[in-house]
């Protein structure tokens, strides 16, 4: 079974780039999915198949993909992108999914 | 508009069991895989489970693996999780999420979740 590792925070000024990056092996292979989630909500999701935005989701977030390494990225970070963070993917047959430990994202 | 909505959390002592419904509306449920996903106090998400769009096939997480049941009634509208041989860590909120498309393994939409305490 796969297994994704996230840092467990990132911390970050407004008006700057936050990266957050999710390792495992399910990558290249398999794509990764990045979900928002604040404070006692659903999560959201923010990037699907390594790269695209789904419909109403700011230009700022953006996906990227290295090696077993995928990436989310937010550019011009503003005090309410302040929230958890979690990538996902899934094995090839659409068997199992997992979820990395999620991220902490603090806007400073 | 698209709506899961669940029910059926609450306090339960270890060895217990419970059932968790997610009502849906605003979209064709037949023709959707779904999921349940969970969240322990203060953790990550969690794959739990997932069902097919007619319920033919279902998959588990190793950890609940032979104790919950994944079901669905698309003449309902609903999907359900039943809980059996409870234990302290099964404590969380449980989502249910929608599958995107046979395209993506995406979950484009989610539940409000309701929360399950296993406690004596």
Redesign the interface.
Known sequence: ?YELTQPPSVSVSPGLTARITCSGDAFPK??A?W?Q?KPG?????II??DIER?SGIPERFSGSTSGTTVTLSISGVQAEDEA?Y?C???DSS?????????TKLTVL | EVQLVESGGGLVQPGGSLRLSCVVSGFSFSNY?M?W?RQAPG?????VS?IQSDGSST?Y??SVRGRFTISRDNAKNTLYLQMNSLRVEDTAVY?C?RR?SAY?????V????TTVTVSS
């Open positions: 079974s398999q794509y999915y979900y989630q909500q659903a999560p959201v999701l699907y198949n789904p958890d979690h996902q993917s899934a659409g068997s199992y999914w997992v979820f990395g430990g999620g | 895989w999921h996903v953790k990550g998400l969690v794959w997932r998959t997480a190793d989502f999420a995107w993506s393994y995406a979950m484009d989610w539940g409000q979740g």
